[in-house]
């Protein structure tokens, strides 16, 4: 599976945004989606998944409350809708897919990344 991520830009603090990811091939609906980020400097870190079906989301702590993740099978694609942007929110962030992604925290297939600046 191919991914391509889009949606990134620059915002002020307590803005919102969201990211999309559309993915290539007829399969989407059988892998789990995830968004994780890179801040400069830092190590890459996850933000949220989904179930393949949807229904099921896991969030980071620091996004729990301001971000939600969803998908459109019948788009192959999946979202972050991110509200209330924080400048530690800044980062690139990246969408990823896997068969067990969910419950194994691990996702074999990543897109390229797309940067959100949030300013102060």
């Known amino acids: 599976v191919q991914l391509q991520a889009s949606g990134g830009g620059l915002v002020q603090a307590g803005g919102s945004l969201r990211l999309s990811c559309a993915a290539s091939g007829r399969t989407f609906s059988s892998y789990d989606m995830g968004w994780f980020r890179q801040a400069p400097g830092k190590e890459r870190e996850f933000v949220a998944s989904?179930?393949?079906?949807?229904?099921?989301?896991n969030y980071a702590d620091s996004v729990k409350g301001r971000f939600t993740i969803s998908r459109d099978n019948a788009k192959n694609t999946v979202y972050l809708q991110m509200n209330s942007l924080k400048p530690e929110d800044t980062a690139v962030y990246y969408c990823?897919?896997?068969?067990?992604?969910?419950?194994?925290?691990?996702?074999?297939?990543w897109g390229q990344g797309t940067q959100v600046t949030v300013s102060s």
């Open positions: 989904i179930r393949s079906s949807g229904g099921r989301e």
């Open positions: 990823a897919a896997d068969l067990r992604g969910w419950r194994t925290g691990e996702f074999d297939y």
